[in-house]
């Protein structure tokens, strides 16, 4: 589509209105280049920007304008996130070209809202790494247990959550974590059992490692999948 009005700029027009303390000033910045069709719709969406609260990244407008995205938006781009963000507009033919040159993201949108929604998943990638686990259950060790010679059962109490065949386990010490492995099989006196939950007494065998001690902290965790930071992929992408 092709729009003869006005261009509109609106060019190094920070979204964060309060002053930045040092600690501030430091934070990931995710710094954009705006497209609209319309003055109307220009203003609707720096507004709509404006009023994001994101408590680990600061958005910017680098620059802003109405019309189709052409080379001079995809060279300011460049200068900033190489992010440029469209509503209701298209890229100028041969822009393409340029988008892979320069590695310059392009998404382009027909709803504000979608928008807004968009960028906060986006800066929240390039937050502060987010706990790349999840602690499942906890227990103590309260006696052990001689397997074979290269190897013990631990007597855990559980303590929180639970404990479950398959899990991936811990053992932390006084000085920190100092055995990692998965449990192949729980028991509670001579009872074979996959779950263990607060208050029950179960026994876990461990073979090739034998340094356990009563009063070590048992830990089952899952690994959680982390977000990758998003890099910009040098194309158009319609949302």
């Known amino acids: 589509m092709t729009h003869k009005h006005k261009e509109v700029r609106h060019t190094g027009e920070s979204v964060t209105a309060a002053p930045k303390s040092p600690a501030e000033s430091r934070r990931p910045k995710l710094e954009l280049v705006i497209k609209a069709d319309s003055a109307g719709s220009l ?21 802003s304008s109405v019309g189709d995205v052409n080379k001079s938006d995809v060279l300011m781009a460049e200068t ?6 469209g509503f209701q507009v298209d890229p100028l033919p041969g822009i393409e070209s340029l988008l892979r040159e320069h590695r310059v993201e392009v998404r382009l949108f027909n709803m504000i809202y979608s928008i807004t929604a968009n960028l906060g998943a986006t800066a929240e990638t390039l937050g502060p790494p987010v706990l790349d686990e999840q602690v499942i259950g906890s227990a103590k060790v309260i006696a052990l247990f001689k397997s074979s010679r290269r190897g013990i059962i631990i007597g855990c109490e559980v303590l929180g959550g639970h404990l479950a065949v398959g899990q991936r386990f811990r053992i932390v010490s ?52 982390r977000v990758p930071v998003w890099v910009p992929v040098g194309e158009v992408i319609r949302r």
């Open 43 to 63: 203003e609707a969406l720096v507004k709509s920007i404006s009023e994001m609260t994101l408590p680990e990244v600061d958005i910017s407008l680098i620059h």
């Open 80 to 85: 900033g996130s190489r992010l440029i963000i």
């Open 174 to 225: 006084a000085m920190g974590p100092v055995y990692s492995g998965h449990i192949e099989s729980m028991h509670i006196e001579e009872k074979t059992v996959q779950k263990a939950t607060p208050g029950q007494r179960v026994g876990i065998k461990i073979k090739g490692f034998s340094e356990a001690k009563t009063g070590d902290l048992v830990e089952s965790f899952r690994p959680l999948r």
